[in-house]
């Protein structure tokens, strides 16, 4: 069992009065596992099972449950597209198609240098905006071609 | 005592009891997947709505408290809607393959299709498929019929209290899988075959021997742990095909262990002695009934001592034919795990027993003495009964002067005895056994003794002329 680092810890430590049990706590302990290691590994359940003490079943289900854990290791830069109906009426298929050739790479995949991941999201909750890319943590919004162009020059 | 009314039908409920239970008391049964009486509650699958006057919504009859008064509908045309659209739902992706289905004619998926069901389907598109994986020796999986009930989840945390079964995914892509695609570790896996209300998860043993409608059944318990699990024996044309658990509140619950349900292959083993068979010289010769009464009473007319060793699963009917038979011989008990019921004690958290005898507190209670304080040099003749699954120890009526061996004896276990009178098998009989609460449970016959089998008491009593003369 590889241990997690300290801001994994003093996270926990510090929110475990706001939740009734160990098992609650799970959705923030998967979030920062995530933060610390990049993705979620099967290793990484595991820990995070001892951790709560709680069956690593329960940390599997929760884990492929939530698009937003990744399973497999992502890029420096996640492309989250948000593909339900006002995004997509918005012309967020365009957008996919024209990010995937940039890149080169298809929907669901890493580019070789690790740099970039288009994936795809459910609603992002931003159908007002749409259509909207998440990238990493940051929402980019109204988003177009010019404005993606503009984001992976930058992101190079 | 409150009261509901269900469909125009007054019945008495104790507080907290779900409509589900209270309703099936008035022989209404509200259909149902994810409801299991011995699991926990999820109210998931939205089968068993029923509508309530005064309130506006349709509720699930298997998470609603009953309150005094309350009237519950089951058959208005909302509610038909209602159960009908689920079932619709659950069809979508199943892939209807019943004719090579081992569930079928018990399945609840396909009971609720005739009984709520639509005649038809509107769904045209490709159906979900997915890759099974191996779930160990006892259970079979196919996750395209699975109905993500997720009783099989429960069963296993709560029942066999390992956390290995999992919803993986979501969805349409839900997937009901082992960790890690892990083959289960428990002694209770095939159980999952019972909790399953479709075809999803079946017993290797069972699979593809018996299309279920040949099924005869009867009331038995099991006689592999001194629990006495209850149990039900399906049969037919004379073969055991399955066991499964009966419900007991008091004994097992809805419960029983592998080794237990898969503890009848023994009854039809091709090894298994099934007719009188003479020792005495070099050349074994199968009998005839009344040549082997005859030797029978040779033997015991000679000895002027006997010793019983009975094992602990003769029924206590047994137990008094044996006692009338022999007034003057000693009787031994013999168990596999312990050699005094006072050493028994639980095995796991749920029903296995260290006896591995059905009935030794029967025997004891009959004054058998403990197999410790057992010598056959002491006799002059020992009978060896063995009435079901227990094996007596190997080699033992090698240190007899003389035996006979009385009940189920297989053909490598011969050694040392001069005659064999072939008995029957719980399987076989009818009786009753003392379990290790001290409870009497008392048992039907399933099948019909194999090849020249006879009840003891019968065997006992052809020859009783003979050892009333003994000693
Ligand atoms: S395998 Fe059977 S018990 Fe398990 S979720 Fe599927 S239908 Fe329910
Ligand atoms: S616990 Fe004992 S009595 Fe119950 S099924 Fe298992 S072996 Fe049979
Ligand atoms: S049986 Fe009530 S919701 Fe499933």
Redesign the interface.
Known sequence: MASFGKEFTTEMERIERFYPNKQAMLLPALHAAQAERGWISDSTMQDIADYLSIPKTRVKEVATFYHMFHLKPVGKYNLQFCNNIACWLRGSEELIHHAEKKCGIQMGETTPDGNFTISEVECLGSCGTAPVCQINDDYHENFDVQALDKVLGEMK | MPNIVVDGVQVEFKPGEKIIDVAARAKNVIPRYCYHEGLSIVAQCRMCLVEIEGQKKLVTACSTPCTDGMKVNTTTDRVKKSVAGVQEFLLANHPLDCPICDQAGECSLQENSYKHGNEDTRFDFFRRTYIDVDMGPSIKKNMNRCIHCTRC?RYCDEVGQI????????GNNTAIVT??DKPLQTAYAGGLADVCPVGSLTTKDFRFKKRVWYLKTAASICDGCSQGCNITVSHDAGLIYRLEPRENQEVNKWWMCDEGRYGFHHVHSPSRVMSPTDLRTSEMKSLNWSEASNAARELLKSARSIGLLVAADATLEEVVALKKSFPQAEFFSFSIGVDKSEDDKATDHLLRRKDKSPNLRGLEEAGFKPFSSFDPKNFDLCVFVSAGKVRLPYGIAKLAKKSIGMGLFFKEELTGLNLVLPACSTYEKAGTFVNQQGKKQCFAAAVQPVGMSRPLENILSALSDGARKVG
């Open positions: 989840i956390h290995e079964m999992i919803a993986e995914q979501r960790i890690d």
